[in-house]
């Protein structure tokens, strides 16, 4: 799809800044383009605080490769966003780790619910979006309580600046889109590691994400569909949306072009129709075609209304669904204020992904 002149004269002026090394103005004329396209479009710029997200904080203009020894640890502390609600501070144990493997190392967090004692228990990664970190994550989504109710062990994979200065995960580069190669090697070995180490039920693994997250999160889906069950991606984009940063701004503003392939494994899709940062379409694109049921389904109290598609496969087996969040922007639907890129208004994702996840396990026909 053909960019209009100033996007595309906007994204040649940013690529050319940034390899020049001058990345604050990069990212100003990141922020311009995508600003002008978003009025383009007609979709609001979401309002700081509740989900907005500069320009430059979905991808990188020029990623950098990771230096052998991962830069700072995790556990650098959240923005201040006020107090967390008594539902987030969950019981069990948030530690850090480290993996670290041939393709490279990061570090993470690691929520083990109160009941895990060898138990077997399922695994989600979460894989947070550009200049978030797992904490915050945490704190935003509310993973941990929710996990801590239904006895999920999470798994918080931290990108680190010393890769991009934004944390985004490499999600728009032919380099971290294959198996055992880039990015998606090290988290794949990071989540085998803690299968190992925490007695993790192998066949209930699944990955999750925000944004550059949920696109990396697609990603694994498709590399290593004999590691997750299932796949959850929120705001994002589908694997194969792009191959390099003019390709992932056409993306992120049109929607992925139509090889970019639907996921292989059992999907949850969230996506508010008023995102301004990454299409709507995105969304459609990471669900198959084919036999679905529309289910239409309105917020009872204050929240966002919403409509739900679910796909069943030909033997009657829910396979997708797609939460479309009307009114909702560029942000974690039904999350806490305590967090960044929260929606608090909307249907609660980190619920209905967890419901998701639990109804599928790989070797299921």
């Known amino acids: 799809m053909r960019l209009d002149p100033e996007f595309a004269r906007r994204m040649a002026e940013a690529t050319a800044l940034t ?3 001058r990345l604050t103005d990069a990212v100003a004329s990141l922020q311009a383009a995508l600003a002008g ?3 383009a479009a007609g979709r609001p710029t979401p309002r700081p605080g509740a ?4 320009a430059a904080d979905v991808i990188d203009v020029e990623a950098r490769e990771l230096p052998s020894d991962d830069g700072p640890p995790v556990g650098a502390p959240a923005p201040e966003r006020g107090p967390a609600a008594p539902g987030d501070r969950a019981p069990g144990r948030f530690v850090a780790g480290h993996h670290r493997n041939a393709a490279g190392a990061r570090a993470y967090k690691l929520f083990l619910p109160p009941v895990h004692h060898g138990s077997g228990l399922p695994l989600v990664v979460m894989l947070h979006g550009c200049t978030q970190q797992p904490d915050d994550f945490a704190a935003g989504t509310r993973m941990n309580a929710a996990a801590a109710e239904r006895g999920f062990v999470v798994l918080y994979p931290a ?3 010393a890769v991009n200065p934004s944390r985004c995960w490499t999600w728009f580069k032919r380099s971290h889109q294959k198996r055992d190669a880039g990015e998606p090697a090290i988290l794949a070995g990071m989540v085998r590691d803690v299968i190992a180490r925490h ?3 192998p066949q209930r693994v699944y990955v999750a994400g925000l944004s550059a997250g949920g696109a990396m999160a697609a990603i694994l889906g498709e590399a290593y569909p004999d590691l997750f069950a299932a796949v959850g991606v929120h705001s994002g984009l589908p694997a194969g949306a792009a191959r390099d940063v003019e390709s992932a701004f056409a993306a992120m503003k049109h929607g992925a072009p139509a090889a970019a392939a639907p996921s292989r494994r059992p999907v ?3 996506h508010g129709d008023r995102d301004a940062t990454v299409h709507p379409a995105n969304g459609e694109r990471l669900v198959a075609a084919g036999d679905g049921r529309r289910v239409e389904r309105t917020s009872g109290h204050a929240g966002r209304p919403y409509t739900r598609h679910v796909h069943r496969d030909a033997a009657g087996r829910v396979v997708a669904e797609h939460w479309i969040v009307h009114g909702g922007g560029h942000a974690w639907s039904g999350g806490s204020a305590a967090g960044s890129f929260t929606d608090p208004l909307g249907p609660c994702a980190t619920s209905e ?3 998701f996840f639990a109804r599928h396990r790989l070797g299921d026909a």
């Open 159 to 161: 990108q680190t600046d």
């Open 268 to 270: 949850i899709v969230f």
């Open 353 to 355: 992904m967890l419901r």
């Open 199 to 201: 007695g993790v039920d």
């Open 37 to 39: 396209a978003g009025a």
């Open 19 to 21: 390899r020049a090394g």
């Open 51 to 54: 989900g907005a997200t500069d």
